[in-house]
Every structure is written in C-alpha cells, then in structure tokens.
T-cell receptor, first 118, second 113 residues
Framework: KAGVTQTPRYLIKTRGQQVTLSCSPI?????VSWYQQTPGQGLQFLFE???????NKGNFPGRFSGRQFSNSRSEMNVSTLELGDSALYLC?????????????????FGEGSWLTVV | AQSVTQLDSHVSVSEGTPVLLRCNYS??????LFWYVQHPNKGLQLLLK??????LVKGINGFEAEFKKSETSFHLTKPSAHMSDAAEYFC???????????FGPGTRLSVLP
C-alpha cells in the first residue's frame, strides 16, 4: 500500500512568486492536513480537509490556502512568497477526521516538500 | 487550549543504555497523545499513541510510553538504545478528533557507540 506522496520534494522560488504543493493521501483516506516545519517555529498546523471541506485552520496569513479534491488529493498554495516561508511542508492523511479514540485512526505523514525562497 | 513541553532539547545516550525522553502536556480536553520520530530529511513516523484505552502504551522498535494524568506527562522510554534510534522525537497532543495536532519542540536523541 503506497504511503502519503508529496510533490515536488524540493523546489526553489523567488520572493513574490507563488507555489503549489501537492499531496496524495493513502488510498481510502479522506482526511488530509498540512503542517509547516521550520527550525525556529518547529511544526505548526496549517489546515485540515475532510471530504473537500476545510475543517480547521491554523494561525497563518491568508497567503496560505488549500483545497481538497473529490479523490481526496490535496493541494496547498502560498502566494506572494516571503523569505520566511522557506520550510519543510508536511502533509498527513487518515481514514477519517473523527474519532481518534481507541478504535480511531492513525495519522500518516508524507516525506514533505522542501521549499526554499530566495 | 493545548500545549506540549519537551523538557530536553537534546539527549545523548550510549548504545545499549536506556532512553528517557520527557514530555508534559496541557489540554482543556481529554487528550490523545502521540510520539513521532523524524530521521534526517524524512517525514514523521508514528511511534505510538495514547487514546485512553490503556495508560502504558507499547510502540514500534521497542519504545513505550506511560500516560500519567496526575502529572500531565507522557514520557517515552526504551530499555536499550540502538544506533538507528538517533533522530528527532516529537511529542504531540490533540483533541479526540481531527488532525489539529500541537507538536512539542522536539528532542534530538544522539546515540554514542
């Protein structure tokens, strides 16, 4: 069973440009979330999607957006890139968004997309 | 609101000796707690999770963690460290649904030969 797949793995962009990152969840998984990882801020939650609907959003500016398609694949977009957006962007998937109780779901992470803004 | 404190930013042990990585949490809800490991240039791999079924949780690669509500702790242990355990370890808290995980700052584990 294939894991969570993120593309591209590495990319370099210039300040002011925009970028789109893609995430294919594990087959059958309907919930996808995105995280940003930087040395200074650590891992921070960006947003979560379930059945094409955004369920939760982290504390990031409106330049960060995302969407989920009917096949559960997700994309996130960052517009007007800033140097501080350089980070590892991680996508995670699970079968469902609730519950995470004893009979609940395991969250699986992809290997991430490394974004460098110059 | 939820938060996670990992008491050590770096832990160094010798191969074959026990590992203890400390985690304390704060949560307004009955939490779910996780430990994830991240090897260099890799994504995060789930080690184990606590979701109120049992306070002592066994994970992969010989790791286990004990949930202590009175101490709001979820420390990760392993009886004998292996060189391949060298990595970054993250303690995570979340509500009992959704994927809005709150990550601790991480503890870097070094294993000396």
């Amino acid at each position: 069973k294939a894991g969570v797949t993120q593309t591209p793995r590495y990319l370099i962009k210039t300040r002011g440009q925009q970028v789109t990152l893609s995430c294919s969840p594990i087959s059958g998984h309907r919930s996808v979330s995105w995280y940003q990882q930087t040395p200074g801020q650590g891992l921070q939650f960006l947003f979560e999607y379930f059945s094409e609907t955004q369920r939760n959003k982290g504390n990031f500016p409106g330049r960060f957006s995302g969407r989920q398609f009917s096949n559960s694949r997700s994309e996130m977009n960052v517009s007007t890139l800033e140097l501080g957006d350089s980070a590892l962007y991680l996508c995670a998937s699970s079968l469902s968004d609730r519950p995470l109780g004893p009979a609940g779901n395991t969250i699986y992470f992809g290997e991430g997309s490394w974004l460098t803004v110059v | 609101a939820q938060s996670v404190t990992q008491l050590d930013s770096h832990v160094s042990v010798s191969e074959g000796t026990p590992v203890l990585l400390r985690c304390n949490y704060s949560s307004s809800y009955s939490p779910s707690l996780f430990w994830y490991v991240q090897h260099p240039n890799k994504g995060l791999q789930l080690l184990l999770k606590y979701t109120s079924a049992a306070t002592l949780v066994k994970g992969i690669n010989g790791f286990e963690a004990e949930f202590k509500k009175s101490e709001t702790s979820f420390h990760l242990t392993k009886p004998s460290a292996h060189m391949s355990d060298a990595a970054e370890y993250f303690c995570v808290v979340t509500r009992n649904y959704g994927q809005n995980f709150v990550f601790g700052p991480g503890t870097r584990l070094s294993v000396l030969p």
